[in-house]
């Protein structure tokens, strides 16, 4: 099953997945993959760091400068080393019960960024997944999935924590039977 969580830009996502993790491991699920946290300096967002879920570390993962041959997104670039860092995970991650991928975006739906590792492993019934995707995306995402078992949690929703800890329990406890 993939559980995608969607909403707007900063509107909490990141913060709600924290939570959900921690949950998660708490309940004794063996959760793996990263998120994205957004790095200040200053006032100013100066890209976003990845944090290992597992090795509970944090690697720089994409900025606002960079070289001219790295993969690029709007006004940001992946670091090579921090991009194969998240393919490691999210391979690794076919050994969880839950991987988490804060966040599937534009760069993804072009076929680049995390996309070659995921595609390897999105499919394989025996992980759920947790994906961070933005709403304006999600439509030309779910073609690419084709006919995974998809479920949709908005961020808008106050009782998104509840629920969606509670879709992944029955997910599991379905897998098990």
Same mark, same amino acid.
């Given at each position: 099953m993939i559980f995608i969580l969607t909403g707007p830009v900063h509107s909490g996502k990141t913060t709600l997945l924290k939570k959900v993790v921690w949950e998660l491991k708490r309940q004794?699920?063996?959760?793996? !993959?990263?998120l994205s946290e957004t790095v200040w300096r200053k006032e100013e967002?100066?890209?976003?760091?990845?944090?290992? =879920?597992k090795k509970e570390r944090s690697i720089p993962l994409?900025?606002?400068?960079?070289?001219?041959?790295?993969?690029k997104i709007g006004s940001y670039f992946f670091i090579p080393q921090s991009l194969a860092e998240a393919e490691k995970i999210i391979l690794r991650g076919k050994e969880a019960d839950i991987l988490v991928v804060d966040e599937v975006g534009?760069?993804?739906?072009? !076929?680049r960024g995390f996309w070659p590792a995921l595609k390897q492993v999105v499919?394989?019934?025996?992980?759920?997944?947790? =994906?961070?995707?933005?709403?304006?995306?999600?439509?030309?995402?779910?073609?690419m999935l084709g006919k995974s078992k998809v479920k949709i949690f908005d961020i808008k929703n106050k009782d998104i924590f509840t629920q969606l800890i509670?879709?992944?329990?029955?997910?599991?406890?379905?897998q098990r039977t």
């Open positions: 004794k699920y063996k959760v793996d !993959g990263f967002i100066v890209g976003y760091d990845l944090f290992d =879920l994409i900025r606002r400068t960079g070289e001219e041959e790295w993969q534009p760069l993804e739906l072009s !076929g499919f394989q019934p025996l992980t759920s997944y947790i =994906l961070v995707i933005r709403k304006n995306i999600i439509k030309d995402f779910l073609a509670e879709e992944i329990k029955i997910e599991k406890k379905g």
